[in-house]
């Protein structure tokens, strides 16, 4: 068994589902990253880890105990709030302190647990100040000091740093990481933000609607999306989905037509069984190439009309409209398109995913491709 | 039946949990048990230990004699009490609106004060909110007295014979009136001025740019903002009123056995329930009389909500 | 433009009528009360006609006369009763009101709407209607002329809830979920995250509720009918009686001196006394 492991976890607010019949393995050390648009239920279940909230059904195991119906402050946990929650009208110490002053430890207990979580963090300085007198990257730290000196088996992190603007929110993944990796604590962090997932985690949990769409490391999941949703989710800027048609299965490869209004195009894909009907083609920005004018190209070729360019100094992003209406978005170099225009787009076929009409990935024999 | 084993051995179970249930909601019942207590205790008791005594005959002494509604009938059908609701519809219908009246005019004026003069103002028309009651009673009893009392003093001065504000019927109620305003305009007045600092000084000033006068101003920005305080402040002052008690009381030297002044002028329905229970030690009458009042008080409470909804819709 | 023409176009008729409204109102407001200091510190039996009270004649006469009062009467046992009757009543009200402000404002359990609301429905039922039924109970409890008698019916304030709710509910969630998750317990949560975090409302519920009870006359009139129980209203009534020997300066000293502590809790404390009417009407 895990260490963390969810079973079959559901929770209902009356009849709407906030979360439905989840599963979720999490080892020893993991940073889990929970992801995930507003509303898809990301913050519940890090609030039922934490005991804050309870399930409908399903079960919480840590460290084979059973949780669910054990207090918060029993469980092993500690959370990090978006808000940081300090105490205003406490110092720094009496913060950090508060959990180890509520259980009665003994003062030189504290006083010395409270210098060591102090200079990881490097509040030494603060710990007399009040939070009104820090900052909001000081506040965090406070916070996290806070989640530290209980030495809990599972640390939770509520977007917390939604309010950093965004140099410092940089900065402070760096320490959070850095956090990571000298206490090997496990830590499991919720966000909206897909960057921030991609950068932190060692496991990616994409949610949407109360389940969970695919678990895995980032790059697993930006490679090799199980279904649309995460395909469009993970990446920045998003994949890129052009309608098309599967007319005929071979053993070797699938034969797409109607891709982008007229386009006909033969995908490697051994071992794919699947129904002819709509499909759609997910072709990530950077696997689309511009073709200069006049040169010749074999394969696929899409023709459009530019309708933005955005220069980004190292990069350009060449927004285009295909002949059936649909937008793509294709990764160039600096100053590759012209702001208007018509442009020839070559898609690099070996790296494209099959979707079907349900919304999942159609794969081929060895699990990989379609 | 959930297990009988010690709660260290009961393994736990998702879902149906009673007992767990009401252990999980403990803390909170015991926080404000204290409070619930003394409520249950000191209030919800005596209100419904009232209603069983108003309907029987009891002296405090003797076993309590079930007559039914006679209590209420001998109260409705006295003289004392004729003569304290006729004193109480002219005493509210003079003070609740002279009152606040005074307090809007107090607030507008030190409204266009600002700084140290607008505290000061407001501190000392608040002066006489801070008085205990007994204390106003008394200032003004000397000031009210015969001859020697102040306003006596300088009616002297321009050769009016000296009035007995406070044993004249027909002076008393207008003495009690003065008293009443000059403790309370201070307390609605400050209560109207934080409305009118929530007004949003861009009203006046468009309506300034409109060419509307202070008069037109006051007229058509102030007083319909102030709307909801206004409500709040004439109910408040409705229901106050209508349960006057002390002032009369000490401005006339009452005692349980002398109450209401000359001829019961300042005779008001609280003095009444007070005089039947503890004078006449007559409590299911005492008892039935808070009834009727209370009655009389939520009716006057609904009917101006009503009143209010009214307008609203209009 | 000079300046002195600047201040001439000031000053309007406007101005002018403010102000001496402004300041006669001011008096009439504050000379009764003036006009009573004047009484006591004057000598006694002075014709009105020579002095009229418009100052304090007399420094030593007056403190002769609180002299007198304080150590030949009763006074100042009442004002002991009195002192604490108030302070009693302060402790009781702002311990169980917040306990309960403190559930009612932060958390959810079976019944809170319910026990809520009728809490505040009582506001609305007249003091005077539950005064008779609540004397008999205190009577038949024993309590007629105690301390407690005085204090315990007075203790579960509705108002005092309600305005320690409006102030607890502004507390940030996740703090006390914070302090849950560090392992505070109930107990723990509301006394060092919630009390000190509604310190403002506590004072100023601390005021209301003195001069409040200070300036009670009619529970300590039917309770306190022994004259050891006496609060300072019912010995100033004594004073006050036609019955009593004293001079009017002597009366008036008496009520002078009750009247001290609320005038200086409010020279001390005004603003949050104001802002806490203020408040308690704007929300209302």
């Known amino acids: ?370 | 039946m959930p297990s009988a084993r010690p709660a260290f051995f009961r393994r736990p179970r998702p879902g149906r949990n009673m007992p767990m249930t009401l252990r999980r909601y403990l803390p909170h019942y015991l926080m404000i048990a204290p409070f619930m207590v003394l409520f249950a205790a000191f209030f919800l008791y005596p209100i419904l230990s009232g209603l069983y005594y108003s309907f029987h005959d009891w002296n405090g002494v003797k076993t309590p004699e079930f007559v039914g509604l006679d209590n209420y009938q001998t109260i409705l059908a006295s003289r004392d009490f004729s003569r304290a609701m006729t004193n109480l519809l002219w005493y509210i219908a003079i003070t609740v609106p002279l009152g606040i009246l005074v307090a809007l005019g107090l607030a507008l004026l030190v409204d266009s004060f600002t700084g140290r003069w607008a505290n000061f103002f407001r501190n000392a028309y608040f002066l006489p909110v801070v008085l205990p009651a007994f204390l106003a009673a008394t200032i003004w009893r000397w000031i009210y007295a015969p001859n020697f009392g102040l306003l006596n003093m300088i009616l002297g001065w321009f050769g009016v014979p000296s009035i007995n504000f406070m044993n004249d019927t027909d002076t008393m109620l207008y003495a009690l009136i003065v008293v009443d305003v000059w403790v309370s305009a201070g307390f609605n007045m400050v209560i109207l001025l934080a409305g009118l600092k929530n007004i949003p000084g861009e009203l006046y000033e468009a309506a300034r740019l409109d060419g509307a006068s202070k008069w037109q101003q006051i007229i058509h920005i102030t007083i319909p903002m102030l709307g909801p305080v206004l409500f709040f402040v004439f109910t408040y002052g409705f229901i106050s009123a209508m349960q006057v008690f002390d002032k009369p009381w000490l401005l006339t030297g009452s005692s349980f056995t002398s109450y209401g002044g000359r001829r019961n002028a300042l005779l008001f329905p609280v003095m009444d329930m007070m005089g039947r229970g503890f004078g006449g030690v007559k409590f299911g009458e005492a008892a039935a009389y808070g009834f009727l009042l209370t009655i009389a008080i939520i009716a006057v409470t609904a009917l101006m909500f009503t009143m209010r909804a009214w307008r609203e819709r209009k | ?284």
Not at chain 1, 163 to 177: I, P, S
């Open chain 1, 1 to 370: 068994m895990a260490f963390l492991e969810i079973s079959s976890l559901s929770k209902f607010f009356g009849t709407l589902p906030i979360l439905n019949d989840v599963d979720l393995s999490i080892e020893r050390g993991e940073f889990v990253v929970f992801v995930g648009p507003s509303g898809c239920g990301k913050s519940t279940l890090l609030r039922i880890i934490s005991g804050l909230e309870d399930t409908t059904s399903g079960t919480i195991t840590i460290d084979g105990e059973m949780m669910n119906n054990v207090e918060p402050a029993k469980r092993g946990t500690a959370m990090v709030f978006q808000s940081y929650a300090l105490y205003p009208h406490m110092t720094t110490f009496q913060n950090v302190s508060f959990g180890l002053r509520m259980a009665h430890s003994p003062k030189e207990f504290i006083t010395e647990r409270v210098r060591q979580v102090s200079s990881i963090l490097q509040l030494d300085k603060l710990l007399d100040r009040r939070p009104a007198q820090l900052s909001g990257g000081q506040k965090q730290r406070v916070a996290i000091g806070r989640a530290i000196v209980r030495e809990p088996r599972v640390f939770l992190f509520d977007e917390p740093l939604s309010n950093l603007d965004a140099e410092l929110r940089v900065q402070m993944r760096a320490e959070l990481m850095d956090l990571h990796r000298r206490l090997g604590t496990t830590m499991i962090y919720v966000t909206h933000d897909q960057v921030e997932a991609m950068t932190l985690a060692d496991k990616m949990v994409v949610m949407n609607g109360g389940r969970i769409q695919q678990t895995g490391a980032p790059l697993a999941l930006y490679d090799d999306p199980d279904n649309r949703f995460v395909a469009g989710f993970v990446g920045s800027p998003k994949m890129n989905f052009l309608p098309a048609r599967l007319a005929a299965v071979e053993p070797d490869a699938v034969k797409l037509e109607a891709i982008g209004g007229s386009g006909t195009a033969s995908l490697p894909a051994p071992g794919l069984t699947a129904a002819p009907g709509p499909v759609e083609i997910g072709v990530r920005p950077e696997h689309l190439h511009l073709l200069p004018d006049g040169l010749e190209a074999t394969g696929l070729v899409l023709n459009g009309e530019v309708t933005l360019v955005e220069e980004l100094g190292a990069e350009s992003f060449v927004h285009m409209d295909l002949a059936d209406g649909t937008h793509i978005t294709i990764r160039a170099g600096r100053g590759a398109a012209r702001p208007a225009g018509q442009i020839r787009v070559r898609p690099d076929l070996e790296r494209a995913l099959l979707f079907g009409p349900d919304g999942q990935r159609l794969r081929g024999g060895d699990g990989r491709k379609g």
């Open chain 3, 1 to 284: 433009m000079n300046r002195t023409s600047i201040l001439v176009r000031r000053v309007t008729v406007w101005t002018v009528l403010k102000w001496t409204v402004a300041l006669i109102v001011a008096a009439i407001a504050i000379f009764p009360i003036w006009w009573m200091i004047n009484v006591v510190f004057a000598l006694p039996g002075e014709p009105v006609s020579l002095n009229p009270r418009l100052w304090p004649s007399s420094l030593s006469a007056g403190i002769d006369k609180i002299h007198m009062i304080l150590t030949e009467t009763e006074y100042l046992r009442a004002y002991g009763i009195s002192v604490a009757y108030a302070l009693l009543t302060i402790a009781g009200v702002l311990l169980i009101g917040s306990l309960a402000a403190f559930e009612f404002s932060l958390f959810d359990f079976p019944g809170r709407r319910l026990l809520f609301g009728v809490v505040m429905l009582s506001l609305m039922v007249p003091t005077a209607v539950t005064i008779i039924p609540t004397y008999l109970l205190t009577s038949r409890l024993g309590w007629l002329n105690t301390m407690q008698g005085l204090v315990v019916p007075g203790l579960a304030s509705a108002f005092g809830l309600f305005m320690l709710v409006q102030f607890m509910r502004a507390i940030p969630k996740d703090m006390i979920e914070a302090a849950r998750l560090d392992g505070a317990n109930h107990l723990q949560i509301y006394w060092h995250v919630a009390l000190p975090l509604c310190r403002n409302a506590l004072v100023t519920l601390a005021i209301l509720t003195f001069m409040q009870t200070w300036g009670n006359y009619m529970w300590p009139l039917v309770i306190s009918t022994r004259p050891e129980m006496y609060t300072v209203g019912q010995v100033v009534g004594l004073f006050n009686s036609p019955l009593s020997h004293h001079t009017v300066d002597t009366v008036m000293a008496a009520n002078l001196l009750a009247a001290v502590p609320p005038l200086l809790f409010f020279l001390i404390f005004q603003r949050k006394i104001v802002e806490g009417i203020a408040m308690s009407g704007t929300k209302g």
